[in-house]
């Protein structure tokens, strides 16, 4: 799937990425599979730990840099991936247990594994603008991505 609707937001501080994230996170279904993209410091992990919180996971979600994969439980199981170290981008770590299992997968870097990214996946790319300020642009590939963007944009007013 080439192409997807896209959806901008806007956010002004950790604070209010984190906030989307979480509502995001309140609207997750097994199976989902959000792509996270952006510079070093964009704001990547703070928005999975938005996401955590949405889902109700408690306790301290990090960057899982050298574990390439951390499990979190919450309303449903959230694996966060940080594939950035993965050398060969076909090496294939068993990666679609997670993305067709019945949690929520969270792909940092997902770059380095695109040919094993589902085909309906909500992508998330995070850019920097002056100071805390923040775009995210989301591309919903597949209708289940389009009504939850949708769901939290009608929720985000103000941006
Ligand atoms: P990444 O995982 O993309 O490397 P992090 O989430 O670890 O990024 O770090 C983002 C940093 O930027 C944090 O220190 C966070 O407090 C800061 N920050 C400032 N403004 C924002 C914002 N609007 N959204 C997200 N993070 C922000
Ligand atoms: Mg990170």
């Known amino acids: ?5 896209m959806y901008v937001f806007h956010t002004r ?22 792509t996270l993209s952006g510079d070093l410091g964009a704001g990547k992990t703070s928005f999975t730990q938005g996401l955590a919180r949405g889902m109700g ?11 390439i994969i951390k499990e ?17 981008e076909l090496e294939d770590l068993g990666f679609d247990e997670y993305f067709y299992g019945d949690g929520v997968t969270v792909v940092e870097w997902p770059q380095m594994i ?11 790319v995070i850019t920097r603008g ?7 642009k989301f591309t ?16 985000h007013s103000g941006n």
């Open 114 to 124: 695109a040919e094993q990214l589902p085909a309906e996946r909500c992508e998330i």
């Open 1 to 5: 799937m080439a192409d997807g609707q």
């Open 130 to 136: 002056e100071g805390d300020e923040r775009t995210l």
């Open 57 to 67: 996971v408690n306790g301290v979600v990090n960057s899982p840099t050298f574990t």
């Open 140 to 155: 919903a590939h597949g209708r289940r991505y389009e009504t939850l963007c949708e769901a939290i944009k009608h929720d």
């Open 72 to 88: 979190y439980m919450g309303r449903l199981p959230l694996f966060h991936m940080d594939v950035y170290r993965v050398e060969d």
């Open 13 to 34: 501080s950790v604070e209010e990425t984190q906030a989307l994230a979480e509502k995001i996170g309140r609207l997750t279904e097994p199976g989902d599979v959000f």
